[in-house]
Nanobody
């Protein structure tokens, strides 16, 4: 059984920064990718960023240049550094881990989510 535990969400003013962390425990394949999705009220859950076990990254266009995803494979932990936050970044952020098939990432396990609110 895989468990993902997120931390680091909260309330921040526009232009501010936050760092989200997600620790994975259980049977994790070393080749699995890790990533973040987010879901705003009334909207679908969207990709924010993913990172492969080799460190290759993909970002949503809306966060490129502002967010950075990183991982510590020894700790099975993924981070999301968020800078220049905007009110439209307000959402519940979900950590996930999953596998790649033919270059496509498939999230398999999810965390419980952490709320990020950007407001003055």
């Amino acid at each position: 059984q895989v468990q993902l535990v997120e931390s680091g969400g909260g309330l921040v003013q526009p232009g501010g920064s936050l760092r989200l962390s997600c620790a994975a425990s259980g049977s994790i394949f070393s080749t699995y990718g890790m990533g973040w999705y987010r879901q705003a009220p009334g909207k679908v859950r969207d990709l924010v960023a993913i990172i492969s076990s080799e460190g290759m990254t993909i970002y949503a266009d809306s966060v490129k240049g502002r967010f950075t995803i990183s991982r510590d494979n020894a700790k099975n932990t993924v981070y999301l550094h968020m800078n220049s936050l905007k009110p439209e970044d307000t959402a519940v952020y979900y950590c996930n881990t999953g596998y790649y098939r033919r270059g496509v990432y498939f999230p398999q396990y999810w965390g419980q989510g952490t709320q990020v609110t950007v407001s003055s």
